[in-house]
């Protein structure tokens, strides 16, 4: 199995595991607890908007 594919997995089973399946629950703990600079907050802009 491709490694892409193996992280996929494991990390969709994290996020089921620890956040009830909740994406949006997971970005808010990783981001709600360290304060992020202006350009990190850039880099997740560009990638939502990307997905859109």
Known sequence: M???KVQIAET???IDKMFDGSIDKM???L???KQLSEKQIEK???LIKNLE
């Open 12 to 14: 969709n089973e994290f």
């Open 27 to 29: 970005f808010a703990a």
């Open 31 to 33: 981001i709600g607890n």
């Open 2 to 4: 491709p490694k892409e």
């Open 44 to 46: 997740l802009k560009n």
